[in-house]
């Protein structure tokens, strides 16, 4: 199993991103999806969740009308548009796979919202 996140960089105030997980060694449309992040200091917070088909999603109040969370099967990739960003969102974003052979993460990508 392999999950690769992209798109994290530095962003001003106000701004927007696109995270990407690209995901393979697992049938990618039988399991929900989740993104995760990491701010220093802080525990590991579960940001948004995914259905296997899309058709249900959640997110922690906080990002709540700013982030939006969406897969592609055919391309067995995840992603987490990110618009209005706050200092408060700089961390670590993660992606997360709970499989039938376990929960797998990728190696994470760095989103840092500062002027």
């Known amino acids: 199993v392999q999950l690769v996140e992209s798109g994290g960089g530095l962003v001003q105030p106000g701004g927007s991103l696109r995270l990407s997980c690209a995901a393979s060694g697992f049938t990618f449309r039988r399991y929900a999806m989740n993104w995760w992040r990491q701010a220093p200091g802080k525990e590991r917070e579960r940001v948004a969740s995914?259905?296997?088909?899309?058709?249900?999603?959640d997110y922690v109040d906080s990002v709540k009308g700013r982030f939006t969370i969406s897969r592609d099967n055919a391309e067995s990739t995840v992603y987490l548009q990110m618009n209005s960003l706050k200092p408060e969102d700089t961390a670590v974003y993660y992606c997360r796979a709970a499989t039938d052979v376990g929960v797998f993460w990728g190696q994470g990508t760095q989103v840092t919202v500062s002027s």
């Open positions: 995914i259905s296997r088909i899309g058709d249900s999603k």
